[in-house]
């Protein structure tokens, strides 16, 4: 056996595949050793003086090896390198099939017919467990050691309950739930383990920190889950009765009340919410001594209060809601003298007389308000009657029901919806005509002092003040003066209108169509079933009525700027409600709704504080081309040229005329299929002179466009500070302006050099805007963000529209226009307008995996429910899409069908995961579409369920309920009687249907 060479065949983990062993021949048969065969199948021998494998013939045996695995014996190593590598811990012991020591287990144990336990996987996930139970205890002793040295912190505590799920849930040795955890009761069990785990924590939180409240709102938050809902709200009592001056603290508590569906009812929320009001109230007077008022409160007084509106025009209260918008005016605008220095409470109780002495109030004809009402009673009460009103007569249709042969749900569904979009005003006996309280029809639509004295408050601050009517003025279906709704996770329980996912930029109008976003909000009247396709465009005959006295009687009450604020909003509705008759293609409706907003706007423009004002001009202007007057509405345009172009680019107001009207000139150069947009250069160029107008001639000087260049490039550099300095309503001014500015060059740049220096000016734009709000948000807080940021989304949106009508005109890569989209979208994930443009973007060219993707990373990094809202739309309009291109098909040819479960499963995922989020799962609009979606998808069983389950969340929202009642049309009874149960507004009981029926 000298001299003999091993070569050893090696897997990639350690272990051996075969041995080459040269070696002479051993003669069987010349007195040679004995053989003893051990292996039939493949004729090996064992010789026992060798101690080796031999084949029949005497040479040395290879070790079987499996299919497909090839021996050579070019290379040779030493065997004892071969064992060193391979390590005494995997090798098998000697024995008669391994002689040489050098097989692992595995094959030593195949060799002998038997299989391998399952023990190497066990132990490589015992290994795993080991580092990673290492690293969680050593990040437990962590969170113990920071939390023995300072126990004040209350983020850490916090952080250390969160961590626990981590720690119990994830693949380590402190994990209750193990694979064989199938079970229900099980993991029901390792849940409430880890609950009270962390309830245990926060006790521990609480005792070294007693008067944090943000850590007996998490152990109630754990609770929920423990505890019954007696004792929860007895304890929620307890904390509010503990901190009555923290609104966060209110505003968490009023969600749980009008939240939890076993304890609620509309009474009960109602006067919640004036128990909150009236307590923060006397906090805010310093009448409740032992609490002194948190900074912010008159802020949050009022935020609390429009929450308490906007609750009772969802639960079908509108009434209700419209007299306290009524009551908070007249006590805010009309208090008498006599009273302001009274703490609030007295004040509201010299209020009462006047709420129940049949006065005329905010919105009605002959309304004087209570300081009149008082001064008079001193004097003796009023010697003139009010006139009877002659065109007061209701229109009262003899007959409600259109057709009797409709299904009784039916006809219910269309009463309902019909009175909810008339009777929201509340009803007064009129005097003149003899009526008394006796006569009211419905005693619902009577609002008592009780309803709503509670929640008076106390408005001193003039910003303040201005919201309050820009707040009632938007209830009613006004735009607000920016257009669009807040960013505050409230904002989530205010969507309720599907119109702000339905009405994207429009084709015709590129660059103008993002002029009035909506806001996500229904007007009052208008909240009755998600596919409401007979909205009107305004409100009825009396309710344009009402709008109209408001906004004469509130106008004298403001300072003229907000006056033209107001005026501004005014005009903003009349061209909205043109833009809907526009949508809906009724000529005829058009036709007079024209009429009156051109009459409306002008009876505006020849008041003496209007006549300068450049920005009713511009809304003039911009009805007139909507209603498609061209000519008309460049005389408008030049005339408002005419009087301010010499402010030049300093009048933010003028910057936002000029740009309008140039984007119009676009526009229409793209729809008559013209090239030339000389008209809006001249716009631009003249903007930037600043000197005298003159209407357009037909020619555009050279120099004075490259002159006007200079003149933009300068102005914009001033208005690019590196850092935001000064007060932060300067500094909102500045990008108000900047955003106009900033608009005007990019499109004069676009037109005269291309759209690369475009796209330079307006990334430069949004590169310093980003790092001056930035700095606006650390050095001002979180309350400021919404305004700060709602003129760089105006930025963002300008430069998305521009980028997309270049890309519709001319070749341009597409990656320029994702990047912008998707920059702007990763820091502005509120905006409708910018997602309503992805959207379009993205479903043009059908990439439906890189906007999942996207939707998905934005979605997690914001408390906002919008990403969720349009990731939904975008999977039912690609959904839509595929059913429509299997539809079309020849006659005759049979219907082609692609099953659409993926489509349907990744919509009912989307929506799942967004309602289990913190700000989902009390959004109305997701839980409807939610809803709407499973019954139209076949699925009207589990649709049943998720209604349930969506009143578990949303048990206020009364169009929830009439989504059921025509998707579940059998059960109308047992909806109604819910209905009744929880207090929501019912205007026609089914009785009611069945005497109309028989009239």
């Not at 290379?75 to 012991?93: M, N, R, V």
């Not at 693949?171 to 245990?200: H, I, P, Q, Y």
């Not at 152990?219 to 809902?229: A, S, V, Y």
């Amino acid at each position: 056996m000298q001299g003999s060479t091993v070569t050893v065949y090696k897997r990639k983990g350690g272990s051996c595949l075969g041995l080459d062993i040269r070696m002479q021949a051993v003669n069987w048969n010349d007195g040679g050793p004995e053989k003893k065969r051990v292996d039939k199948k493949h004729e090996r021998y064992f010789c026992p003086s060798t101690r080796r494998l031999l084949r029949s013939d005497g040479l040395p045996a290879l070790p079987v090896l499996s299919e497909g695995i090839a021996v050579s014996s070019d290379t040779y190593i030493k065997l004892s390198a071969c064992t060193e590598e391979q390590g005494s811990s995997t090798q098998a012991p000697v024995s008669w099939v391994n002689p040489l020591g050098i097989y692992d287990c595995g094959t030593s144990l195949w060799l002998e017919g038997k299989g391998q336990p399952e023990v190497k996987r066990d132990q490589q996930d015992v290994e795993a467990q080991g580092s990673s139970s290492t690293l969680l205890s050593a990040r437990v002793e962590e969170f113990n050691r920071k939390l023995r040295e300072n126990p004040t912190d209350t983020q850490l505590w916090l952080d250390f309950v969160h961590f626990q799920d981590e720690l119990a849930f994830g693949s380590s040795s402190f994990s209750v739930a193990t694979d064989t955890d199938n079970d229900g009761e099980m993991k029901k069990m390792s849940l409430r383990a880890v609950l009270e785990k962390k309830l245990s924590i926060v006790d521990r939180a609480v005792e070294s920190n007693p008067a944090n409240v943000d850590l007996k709102l998490e152990k109630l938050h754990l609770c929920k889950e423990l505890w019954e809902p007696a004792t929860l709200q007895k304890e929620w009592k307890k904390l509010v009765f503990i901190h009555p001056n923290s609104a966060p603290l209110w505003r968490k508590y009023l969600l749980f009340t009008q939240s939890h569906f076993s304890t609620f009812s509309v009474s009960k929320v109602n006067s919640m919410f004036g128990k909150c009001l009236s307590t923060l109230s006397a906090v805010q007077d310093g009448s409740m001594v032992s609490h002194p008022p948190l900074p912010g409160t008159q802020e949050d007084l009022l935020d609390i209060f429009l929450q308490q509106c906007h609750f009772l025009r969802q639960a079908g209260h509108t009434e209700k809601a419209t007299c306290l918008f009524q009551a908070l005016l007249d006590f805010t605008f009309f208090k008498p003298d006599s009273v302001k220095d009274l703490p609030t409470r007295q004040q509201v109780d010299f209020f009462e007389p006047f709420w129940d002495s049949g006065e005329p109030r905010i919105g009605e004809r002959g309304a004087r308000g209570w300081k009149a009402w008082m001064l008079q009673q001193e004097r003796g009460g009023w010697v003139i009657p009010p006139e009877p009103d002659e065109d007061d007569e209701e229109e009262q249709d003899d007959s409600e029901i259109k057709d009797k042969t409709w299904p009784k749900w039916k006809i219910w569904l269309d009463v309902e919806a019909s009175r909810e979009a008339n009777h929201w005003l509340p009803w007064r006996p009129d005097k003149t005509k003899g009526q008394s309280e006796e006569d009211c029809e419905d005693p619902d639509r009577q609002v008592l002092f009780d309803d709503i004295g509670p929640s008076m408050i106390r408005v001193d601050r003039v910003d303040l003040q201005l919201q309050l009517i820009l707040s009632f003025l938007q209830f009613l279906g006004l735009p607000g003066p920016s257009g669009r709704f807040s960013t505050t996770s409230s904002s989530n329980i205010l969507l309720d209108d599907l119109a702000f996912l339905e009405e994207g930029p429009d084709p015709e109008r590129p660059l103008t169509s993002h002029d009035l976003p909506l806001a996500g909000t229904c007007a009052v009247g208008h909240m009755t079933f998600l596919s409401d396709c007979r909205r009107q465009a305004g409100l009825c005959k009396a309710g344009e009525e009402f709008l109209q006295n408001v906004l004469q009687q509130t106008l004298p009450l403001v300072s003229v700027q907000d006056q033209a604020t107001i005026t501004l909003c005014w005009l903003q509705y009349e061209k909205l409600k043109v833009l809907r008759c526009l949508r809906s293609g009724n000529k005829r409706r058009l036709k007079s709704q024209g009429k009156r907003s051109k009459r409306l706007a002008k009876r505006l423009l020849k008041e003496p504080d209007n006549r300068g004002s450049l920005a009713l001009w511009r809304e003039y202007a911009h009805l007139e081309w909507l209603l498609g007057n061209l000519e008309e509405a460049r005389k408008v345009f030049d005339t408002a040229l005419g009087m301010g172009v010499t402010r030049g680019l300093n009048d933010p107001v003028l910057c936002n005329l000029c740009f309008l009207y140039a984007q119009l000139e676009v526009e229409q150069a793209l729809n008559s299929g013209t090239v030339p947009t000389s008209k809006a250069v001249y716009i631009l160029t003249k903007l930037a002179e600043g000197a005298a107008y003159t209407p357009f001639a037909g020619q555009i000087n050279p120099v004075a466009i490259l002159k006007a260049r200079k003149t933009y490039e300068q102005a914009l550099l001033s208005f690019l500070p590196e850092q935001s300095t000064g007060s932060n309503a300067a500094a909102s001014k500045k990008f108000h302006r900047m955003s106009s500015l900033v608009g005007c060059f990019g499109l004069f740049q676009y037109l005269t050099v291309g759209i690369d220096a475009a796209d330079a000016v307006y990334s430069q734009a949004i590169q310093k805007l980003i790092s001056s709000n930035l700095n606006l948000e650390v050095t001002h807080g979180s309350l400021r963000r919404p305004k700060a940021f709602s003129d760089w989304e105006s930025v963002a949106v300008q430069h998305v529209a521009l980028l997309r009508h270049h890309a519709s005109t001319s070749v341009f890569p597409l990656s320029r226009l994702r990047l912008a989209l998707t920059d702007a979208l990763s820091l502005l994930p509120f905006s409708a307008s910018l997602w309503q443009l992805y959207l379009q973007t993205e479903n043009r060219y059908h990439s439906a995996g890189r906007a999942r993707r996207f939707f998905h990373s934005v979605a997690k990094k914001t408390n906002s429910v919008v990403p969720y809202l349009f990731a939904v739309t975008a999977e039912q309009r690609l959904r839509q899409m595929l059913d429509s291109v299997q539809r079309s098909h020849l006659p005759g040819e049979a219907l082609p069908t692609i099953p659409n479960n993926g489509l349907s499963n990744r919509i009912r995922c989307l929506f799942e995961n967004a309602t289990a989020t913190e700000h989902g799962a009390h959004c109305p609009l997701l839980w409807r579409m939610y809803l709407n979606f499973m019954v139209c998808d076949g699925n009207a069983e589990r649709g049943s369920g998720i209604f349930y389950k969506a009143l578990q969340a949303v048990p206020w929202v009364k169009g929830l309920y009439m989504d059921a009642v025509q998707l579940f049309p059998e059960r109308v009874q047992e909806f109604l009687d819910l209905m009744t149960e929880k207090e929501l507004r019912l205007r026609v009981p089914m009785e009611e249907v069945e005497i109309l029926l028989e009239d």
